[in-house]
C-alpha cells in the first residue's frame, strides 16, 4: 500500500469519527440565567379590606441551568417594605421566555403598609420572564398572592410588578 493511498484511508476513517464524536444535539434552552431586576410594584387589593399601595420592588432569579426549577426574592417597598423569598417551578415557552409558578413567604410587619399587606403569610407568585434575543436583558412581570396578608381584617394582598432586569 502506498504512503498516498494509507493517509486516503486514515483520513477517510477518521472524519466520520470526529464528526460524531462533536456532533452535539441541538436543544432548546430558554431563558436561562439569573437576573437581577427593579420595577414598580402595585397593590390590587379591593379597597374595602385596606388603603391601596404603591411603591417599587427590587427583585433576583437564581436560575438552577440543570433543574426547571429558580429561587426567587423580591423586596416589594411602599409605606412598609416586605420581603418576599419564593422557590418556582419554571416552564419554558420558547427560546427566550419562562412562564413560573412560586410559593413561598411574604416576611412583612407593623402597622404600615407594604404592597403585599403588613403581616407575615404565605405567598402564591405566578409570572413570566422574557429575555431580549442577543442581550442581558430581561422584561419580567409577576403577581403576588399574600393569604391573609392583612392584620385584623386577615384578607389576601395581592401586588403586581413588572420591570426590567439584567442576567448574570
Sequence with gaps: MSCDRFKYSVFCGLVPLLVSVHHHPVTAKPAYGSYFGVSPAVSVTDSSQEEQSLGGAVGV????????????????????????????????????????????????????????????????????????????TVIFGNAIIAVDGYKGSGGNAISIQGGIGWRF
Design 61 to 136: 432569579r437564581y436560575k438552577f441551568l440543570k433543574l426547571p426549577i429558580s429561587l426567587r426574592t423580591q423586596a416589594l417597598i411602599g409605606g412598609n417594605t416586605a420581603i418576599v423569598p419564593t422557590v418556582s417551578y419554571d416552564i419554558p415557552l420558547n427560546w427566550q421566555t419562562d412562564a413560573y409558578v412560586g410559593a413561598g413567604f411574604v416576611l412583612a410587619g407593623g402597622d404600615s403598609l407594604s404592597p403585599v399587606g403588613n403581616q407575615t403569610s404565605f405567598a402564591i407568585q405566578p409570572g413570566i420572564d422574557y429575555v431580549l434575543p442577543n442581550s442581558n
